[in-house]
Structure formats: structure tokens, C-alpha cells
């Protein structure tokens, strides 16, 4: 309203003063007069549309205003899906500065620690409450349900119809849930333990080429091989696709070794047998081709979060099941009060459950990281043994804010 009051001043304003000015800088005081009853007037009829268009426009706002929220919210939880904020595949402590001379130790294999918030669901507590809640409501809905449906046979003909097909949809939507889930979890597992356990061999290749003749590879190589577990470690997925585009490590990699291939240095066997340096950096680029698809295959998973209108049916399927239960019965017993709790505390329990699959990264069912953190810490050691690299590399992400 103070936007149209606003414009109200604002019009009768502008029209008063368009009266005054209309027959030039002469006008009598009698011809001011009545042309300022004229422009009130004018204004008034003109202010009246004006003030009701500029009503119905705000109207319209608020409604567009009200849809453009509920739609950011998905765009919101979109994005954050998308872009795995949270991601990292092994724990950052060993990967900080002050810790990368230290020896990794079994603590360096669990899982990050996780608020409380993300866990309450699976407390005796928080179950007890949904429970006691729920059944201790269950009679007052039957009694006020009862005074609509008493003595009504068709709509409890209809209730008995209509909930067995909705728990035929809810466990249809049960199955596809978890069966998406669990295999976006075991495929994320698979590929990041041999991602990283191809890009551990890439750096023992590296680091065995003899630093004559091959220190710029070495050290090049080095950090590009660092800067990739920086991305697993500590970057989001928004990060990591940004990089991609800016500076691949895995393209730089490729570029390093075609660089060897153009300045035209001279593989020579190795005195104790080993593979020759030539056969290592074959070996090197067959493994940066296998590992360009593994990559893929990791960020389009990654990424293959279920939706928010997913979790939306799954409510909405629910809380239909549990009015077409109150609907069953004519009062509430007992027995019927607690098997409503138990139904409404189960159903809630699945929707946590699977919102936490949802989350890869995050809450308590979150992927299995000990065999992507062994090759990670490996690649660690490796690098900061070695006597050109152990001054230059650095694992800790400058841009660890980034809100992508």
C-alpha cells in the first residue's frame, strides 16, 4: 500500500502542475484557481484507475512473487545437488599443510564427523516423540472425521478402493527409491577407489622416470597429479567442473607427455631391468585415457541426485495412506491409536532415511571413503618424498569459500 500511496501523491502532482503550466506563465489568479479544480478533479478520476491498475498489479506480484519462491526453492535444491558442496573423498586433516609430513594413521580412514542435526532421526527420542504424537492425535481425527462419514456407506466404499491403490504406488515408489540410491552409492564407491587407485600408479610411474632428463615432466606432473587430489579432497563438484574447463589436470598431464613426444627425448633402457622410460609414459597415457572415463562416469553420478518433487510425492502419497487409515475407523481405540503411531513413525523414518541417501556426502549414510583415502594418502607420501617436490606441493584450496 505505500507503493501506491506513493504513486497517488506522485500523479496528482504531476496533473496539478500540468493545469498550472498548460496556458503559460500569465495565467490569471481566477484561471489558476479554477484550473486547480479542474486538475483535482482530473486527478482524482485519473488517480482512482491508476490506484486500482497499480492494486491489481501488486495482486498480480504477490502471486508471481509467491511461485517465484516456491520455484527458487527448487532451483536452490537443485543447485546444491548439482554442485556437492559438502564433497570429499577422504578426510582433509592429513592433506593440511602442518600435517603432510606426518605417516597417516586409522583415523585418517573414518568417515568426516557430522552435525547432530543430521543424525536425531535415528535417536529413541526423536522416534518416541513422532510416536507419541501421532498416537496421541489419532482419536481426536477420528472423532472429528466421524461427524462427516458417520452412517455413510459410499465414502467408506470408496476409502476401502482407494487405499490399496495408493499403497500399491507408495511401494512402487519405495523400490525405485532405494534401488536408485543404493546404486548411485555403490557406483560413486567404485569409481572414485579406481580413479584413485589408477591415479596412485600414474604417480609411481611419474616419480620412477630419472630426474635427468625428465625433471620438468617430474615436476609439472607432480603437481598436476596434486592439484587432482586437491579436487577430491577439498573442492565441491562445482569446483572440480570449473577447473575442467580452466586448467584439466588430466589434459595437462596428456600435454606434458606430448610435449616429451615433440622435444623428441630419447627413452633409454634402465640398468636394473625395469621397464624402459618409454614404456612408463605409455603406461602413463593408457592410464590418463582410462581415467578421463572414470571421471565421467563419477561426476555424472555425482549428479544424478533424485528431485525435490520425487520427495514431494513421497509426502504426499503419505500422508494420503494415513487420512484413508483414519478414514477406516469410526473411533479411536488403543490399539487403532497405536498402530497409526507406529505407521506415521515408519513412514517418516523412510522419508529421513532416503532424503540422507540423497546426500552422498553428507549425514549418516554417506559412501564408504577407506579405499579412495588409501590411495589418496599414498600419492601423498609419495609426492613429499621425493626430493624435487616435497617444497612445492601444496594441498590446501585457496578458494576453499567458493560459493560454487
Partial sequence: ?????????????????????????????????????????????????????????????????????????????????????????????????????????MEDFLPPSIPWQESLYLTFPARFLVFGISAGVFPMLVDNISMITSNNDAFSDLVSKFVPGISILYGTMITLTLDKLYSRQEVLQDSIARESSILSMITKNFLTLPSEGYGDLILHGGRCIADQVKILVGQSRGQELMTMIASDPYESMVDLLDDAEVRGIEYSDSQNGDLTQGQLLSNCRNLLNQLVEIRATRLSHEANSLTVTHFQLINILTVLLLVGYTFSFSEGGVASSVLFGILTTTYLQFYNFANDLNEPFGGVYQIRRAASAVHLLKIKNKLMSHPSLCDLIDFENDDAESVI
Fill in 1 to 105: 500500500m505505500y507503493v501506491v500511496e506513493t504513486d497517488k501523491e506522485r500523479i496528482k502532482t504531476r496533473l496539478f502542475d500540468k493545469e498550472l503550466n498548460g496556458d503559460g506563465e500569465n495565467a490569471s489568479p481566477m484561471l489558476i484557481s479554477e484550473q486547480s479544480k479542474k486538475g483535482e478533479r482530473s486527478s482524482e478520476s485519473s488517480e482512482s484507475s491508476e490506484t486500482k491498475k497499480m492494486m491489481d498489479k501488486n495482486d498480480n506480484n504477490d502471486l508471481s512473487y509467491s511461485f517465484q519462491n516456491d520455484m527458487s526453492r527448487v532451483d536452490i535444491e537443485r543447485m546444491k545437488s548439482r554442485f556437492s558442496h559438502d564433497r570429499s573423498y577422504a578426510r582433509r586433516e592429513p592433506f593440511k599443510k602442518e600435517n603432510l609430513k606426518k605417516q597417516p594413521t
